[in-house]
């Protein structure tokens, strides 16, 4: 990975991936500025409740998480704190990737790693503020060359491939396809590049006119949260092309095939 300080966020949704095998020196201290000052800068419109903090660790052997994948070489992880509505789901998603985007753009991998930390060590002398507790962490630094075993992670997850466009947006009603022209393709081509727990890519949207509905399919726990990374790729080309919009939960938003749950519009007005 090269260190781009000039990349901009549509290069970096483009070529992130998550990185699992690190170089084993930790970040020095003007990187971990720059990486505070990205926290200090996200945020999301969706409200709920979301803390993220950095910190280090000394793993020596590397870290095992209680769901799968195997991380090596890192020192440096974020640790998030979620609230456990869907607000706060959805904001975690959308606001932690702009720490990940930002920290791509460093020149810094990363992965998010979302599990029960329950009895763990990562939030020993943390305070959390009511109602959230440490349910995602992700580890940051510098990429060293993969493992055979991180190889073998993405193979399984298949971490290369998205679904098809056409599987996931749809245009005024369940059945048609997106034209190729309309205003919100190239925002929705950078979602379908979000990374999602184990690549579910769990993420559906409906355009109409300057609206976007957004949908979602349950695969897992994190599904909410995936989708918030999924709205934060969206949003950030948005912005980068100079376009405004706003979120609202619309009650006129149009019912889904059955097992699609609504999640909130984007309007754009400019
Ligand atoms: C919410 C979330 C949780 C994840 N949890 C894990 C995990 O527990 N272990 C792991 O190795 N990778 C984890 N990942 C990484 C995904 O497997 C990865 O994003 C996906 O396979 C797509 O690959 P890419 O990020 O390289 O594009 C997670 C990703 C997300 C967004």
Redesign the pocket.
């Known amino acids: 990975m090269k260190n781009q300080n000039d990349m901009n966020i549509i290069e970096a949704m483009k070529e992130?991936?998550?990185v699992?095998t690190f170089d084993g020196k930790g970040l020095d201290s003007e990187q971990e500025a720059k990486l505070e000052k990205a926290i200090g800068e996200s945020g999301s419109p969706f409200g709920g409740n979301v803390s993220i903090f950095l910190r280090k660790f000394n793993l020596r052997e590397g870290y095992k998480?209680s769901?799968?994948?195997?991380?090596k070489g890192a020192e440096d992880f974020f640790l998030l704190g979620i609230g456990s509505d869907e607000a706060s789901a959805l904001s975690a998603?959308y606001r932690f990737e702009q720490v990940v985007l930002k920290a791509w753009q460093l020149g810094l991998g990363t992965?998010?790693?979302?599990?029960t930390f329950k009895g763990s060590d990562f939030d020993k002398g943390v305070e959390w503020p009511d109602g959230e507790e440490l349910k995602?962490i992700c580890p940051v630094g510098k990429a060293e060359k993969q493992s055979m075993k991180e190889k073998l992670?993405?193979l399984t997850?298949?971490?290369?491939n998205r679904k098809p466009f056409n599987d996931l947006f749809f245009y005024r009603d369940f059945q048609t396809a997106v034209p190729e022209d309309n205003r919100f393709r190239e925002a929705l081509e950078m979602l379908r590049?979000?990374?999602?727990?184990?690549?579910s890519q769990p993420w559906r949207a409906l355009v109409d006119g300057h609206t976007v509905h957004f949908y979602y399919k349950p695969k897992s726990a994190?599904s909410v949260?995936?989708t918030g990374?999924g709205i934060c790729h969206f949003h950030e080309t948005e912005k980068f092309y100079g376009h405004e919009g706003h979120f609202d939960k619309v009650s006129s938003a149009p019912v889904a095939p059955d097992d699609w749950k609504y999640l909130v519009s984007y309007q754009r007005s400019k």
Do not use: E, F, H
Request: proline share 6%; aromatic share 6%; with cysteine.
């Open positions: 992130r991936r998550s699992r998480p769901t799968y994948g195997m991380i998603g992965c998010w790693i979302a599990a995602v992670t993405r997850l298949g971490s290369k590049l979000a990374p999602s727990s184990t690549n994190a949260l995936d990374i």
